[in-house]
Nanobody
Framework: QVQLVGSGGGLVQAGGSLRLSCAVSGLTGRSYVMGWFRQAPGKEREFVAA????????FQADSVKGRVTFSRDNAKNTVYLQMNSLKPEDTAVYYC????????????????WGQGTQVTVSS
């Protein structure tokens, strides 16, 4: 059974940083992609960034480009999303998700989801 546990959200002032974590269990092999999505109140869920576990390649949405970086702890099967220079418009519930195969930005292509973690950026 695949499980994703997301954490690391919180309240931060504009310009600050947060590191989100997503611990994965139950996956076999290494050909999968972890994506991060977010949903702000009253808005649809949108893609933030993704990383290929096997190749390390990443892709970021224009809204966060240059402000987020990935790191991972293979021993813990955990991926970290470091978010810097946070803006009030980054306020949302952030979700990690996993799919097997190539890097994609559509949430419909992700099979497994973690619970959301709230990120609130005050101005």
């Amino acid at each position: 059974q695949v499980q994703l546990v997301g954490s690391g959200g919180g309240l931060v002032q504009a310009g600050g940083s947060l590191r989100l974590s997503c611990a994965v269990s139950g996956l076999t092999g290494r050909s999968y992609v972890m994506g991060w999505f977010r949903q702000a109140p009253g808005k649809e869920r949108e893609f933030v960034a993704a990383i290929s576990w096997s190749t390390g390649s990443t892709f970021q949405a224009d809204s966060v480009k240059g402000r987020v970086t990935f790191s991972r702890d293979n021993a813990k099967n955990t991926v970290y999303l470091q978010m810097n220079s946070l803006k009030p418009e980054d306020t949302a519930v952030y979700y990690c998700a996993v799919r097997k195969g190539t890097l994609q930005t559509s949430e419909n292509l992700y099979e497994y989801w973690g619970q959301g973690t709230q990120v609130t950026v005050s101005s």
